[in-house]
């Protein structure tokens, strides 16, 4: 089936089986998406023409209205007819210069009880450049990936950070826990993903639950450490303090930048914690009124990213200003397996 892009006067093809986002990658076409799951939303775009269909059933990240408008998920709808789509934006797939490399492990450190940070040495003589935010596949065995945010910032990338928690049998992060991994041999593929820091003159809103402080670590580091003057609220949720991994750190860089605050906020702590409580998205909508004045940038699980979709444009965020980044379990798949940043497997 032909797929033709309205906004660009491109095309691509994608076969039956196919779902478009993948189809769309496979022509370097880079499209907005984020958890490859029908959950968050990131890949939506309008249908102009054609007919689609989803093998898994209607997603959850489109609304009855938004199906009704016309809107289809790139990452679960399969062309069932040439189609005219369009799609909110558009990047060549290798802008970043995305390429395959070797790397070394070449440092594991325990960041809490399941979450490992893991330090990669890349090649000396090879260049690696990537924005704040995007993320890395970490090649296996059986043509299997796993993706992770890489959490230290450009300036700052040797060695490159990743935080990795442990999931149960997962394929990558249940061996570099139980086994000592320091010093292995790595394949890379990157950088990878749309969830980048963007230039504004309007203040930031950052909204990270778990692991999803790795890319808005790297985000948060490279507008304070670069000097750039915008107004930072930052909302990390987790479920108690033992998770607070990366409390000091956020901390330190609040201390030092007069225009950051730091808010963290647990959902399931101890009789000993003070500070805020709940769920992590509801804390700002609390706190701030103008909240549709801000740059909103989410990443961490599905369901959190869902509710900040829902709940931010409810007060007026436009969907232009909302950034995501949704941590989805890894899919097993034989096709290519651009899961979302900073897979917990």
């Not at 003589?125 to 296996?140: H, N, P, R, T, V």
Request: aromatic share 6%; glycine share 8%; net charge neutral.
């Amino acid at each position: 089936m032909r797929i033709n892009v309205s906004s660009s006067g491109r095309g691509f093809s994608a076969a039956a089986d196919q779902s478009l986002l993948d189809a769309a990658l496979d022509a370097s076409f880079n499209l907005p998406h984020s958890c490859r799951g029908g959950n968050c939303g990131a890949c939506r775009a309008r249908l102009l023409s054609g007919e689609v269909r989803y093998p898994n059933g209607p997603p959850l990240g489109l609304s009855d209205d938004e199906i009704a408008d016309g809107m289809i998920l790139l990452c679960q709808a399969r062309a069932s007819t040439d189609l005219t789509i369009e799609t909110f934006e558009m990047r060549p797939a290798d802008q970043a210069g995305s390429k395959r490399l070797p790397c070394r492990i070449e440092r594991l450190e325990f960041l809490s009880h399941d979450v490992m940070g893991v330090l990669l040495r890349l090649p000396a003589a090879a260049s690696f450049i990537f924005e704040a935010g995007q993320y890395i596949d970490i090649m296996l065995p059986g043509g299997l990936r796993r993706s992770y945010s890489i959490a230290s910032p450009p300036h700052d990338s040797r060695p490159l950070a990743l935080h990795v928690r442990h999931v149960a049998g997962g394929e990558f992060s249940d061996r570099l826990l139980r086994e000592n991994k320091s010093g292995a041999l790595l394949s890379i593929e990157g950088p990878l993903g749309q969830f980048v820091y963007r230039p504004s003159a309007l203040p930031m809103l950052m909204v990270a639950g778990g692991t999803g402080i790795a890319p808005v670590l790297s985000i948060l580091r490279h507008v304070v450490e670069n000097g750039i003057e915008r107004d930072i609220t930052l909302y990390w949720g987790v479920r108690d303090e033992r998770d607070l991994y990366a409390h000091a750190a956020l901390e330190s860089l609040a201390g030092r930048a007069a225009h950051m605050r730091y808010r963290p906020v647990l959902s399931e702590p101890t009789g000993q914690w003070r500070g805020r409580t709940g769920l992590v998205h509801e804390a700002p909508l609390a706190d701030i009124e103008d909240v549709e004045q801000y740059d909103v940038y989410a990443a961490g699980p599905p369901a959190m990213v869902a509710a900040v979709r829902r709940d931010f444009e409810a007060r007026g965020v436009a969907a232009t200003r909302l950034f995501f980044d949704s941590f989805d379990y890894a899919r097993d798949t034989a096709a290519r397996q651009r899961t979302s940043a900073a897979t917990k497997s």
